[in-house]
């Protein structure tokens, strides 16, 4: 059974840190793209960043580049998300999701195989 299992939510001061890790059950994890959303009321679930199963390459979205960092561990099949210098709008819940043989540039959450339950991210200022 495929489980991606997020941690490290929490609530967090304007220019604070946090730290998402996402445990993977999943075969070959080293085949596949990881990515992470965020997804506040109301909206749709957005693409924060990704990283490819080659290279590995990465990709953020506009609004955390430089802020945030996607980095993955394929020996502890774990993904992570570094957060730096958080903003209010940077409130949201994170999901980690999966997509078998993709690249970092793959923005649609359409194209992910698999997903984990999310947590939440709280920035106050």
């Known amino acids: 059974q495929v489980r991606l299992v997020e941690s490290g939510g929490g609530l967090v001061q304007a220019g604070g840190s946090l730290k998402l890790a996402c445990v993977a059950s999943?075969?070959?994890?080293?085949?596949?793209?990881l990515a992470w959303f965020r997804q506040t009321p109301g909206n749709e679930r957005e693409f924060v960043a990704g990283i490819s199963y080659l290279g590995p390459s990465t990709y953020y979205d506009d609004a955390v580049k430089g802020r945030f960092t996607i980095s993955r561990d394929n020996a502890k099949t774990t993904l992570y998300l570094r957060m730096n210098n958080l903003k209010p709008e940077d409130t949201a819940v994170y999901y980690c999701?999966?997509?078998?043989?993709?690249?970092?540039?793959?923005?649609?959450?359409?194209?992910?195989?698999?997903w984990g339950q999310g947590t939440q991210v709280t920035v106050s200022s």
């Open positions: 999701a999966a997509a078998f043989e993709s690249n970092a540039y793959t923005t649609s959450n359409r194209a992910y195989d698999y």
């Open positions: 999943l075969r070959n994890f080293g085949n596949y793209a």
